[in-house]
């Protein structure tokens, strides 16, 4: 099923990226460059593939209440979940602060994630070329971001495993999602619109609040505003030709 294929996709990207600690000790282009073309990359999904999908089908009113819901949903998820940024650091309540970053860093890393399998999943159930194009675009921005995630773990543990093995958790996550929200969403057709919506307003949400931020935190204004441009631009070009 494409479903299958789709959700292997992100779970390979997710590897590769998390692999490339084996290669390299530091992030070539810098952190921030690397998140903003991943920024890029889910703001333009978030429209093109979800959000204007979901208001062809539902109206309005009905994707600004998805899109609401997602919103609310990512902000409920992070509140609860103290985790920590590659850049900025820790955050969450006070009283959390003596848990291992590393467990931080993963629930940060999964903050990410189910946004990302969501909505490849309600993608490919509204079409199988919305869900490819998703898929594609995902596991691409999945292998600089497995690797801006790794690396701070290598450092952490000084092992060159652990970085892969939480690629293939990473990557475990969002394919985990990517089924959930295919499936659910399939016994519930009804709720196709409101799916693609409230999918689309997770990742928003986690691109302007956590990725964007985090970016143009290394101070490199103008190479991440390229990178963004680039991923843009990329993400335009893939929505051309499929």
């Not at 209440?65 to 850049?87: C, Q, T, Y």
């Amino acid at each position: 099923m494409d479903i299958l294929f789709y959700s292997l996709l992100l779970f390979l990207g997710t590897l590769l990226g998390s692999s490339l600690t084996l290669i390299f000790r530091k992030f070539p282009l810098g952190i921030g460059v690397s998140l903003s073309f991943s920024g890029s990359v889910m703001l333009v999904a978030s429209f093109t593939s979800l959000i204007i999908p979901g208001m062809e089908l539902g109206g309005f009113l009905l994707s600004a209440l998805g899109i609401s819901l997602g919103f609310a949903f990512m902000a409920l998820i992070e509140n609860l979940s103290p985790h920590e940024h590659v850049l900025k650091g820790y955050e969450g309540r006070i009283g959390a602060l003596r848990t291992r970053r590393l467990a931080l860093i993963v629930i940060g890393v999964t903050i990410h994630n189910i946004p990302e399998g969501l909505s490849v999943g309600s993608a490919t159930l509204y079409s199988e070329e919305e869900g490819l194009k998703l898929a594609l675009a995902i596991a691409l921005q999945d292998i600089p971001e497995g690797l801006v995630v790794s690396l701070p773990m290598l450092a952490i543990t000084g092992r060159t495993l652990i970085p892969v093995l939480m690629g293939v958790l990473s990557g475990g996550i969002e394919s985990f999602f990517c089924l959930l929200g295919f499936y659910l969403l399939d016994l519930a057709r009804v709720l196709l619109p409101l799916g693609l919506s409230f999918a689309g307003g997770a990742m928003i949400y986690v691109t302007v609040k956590e990725v964007f931020p985090e970016a143009f935190s290394e101070g490199k204004d103008f190479q991440v505003t390229l990178s963004f441009l680039t991923g843009f631009l990329l993400m335009l070009l893939l929505e051309s030709i499929i």
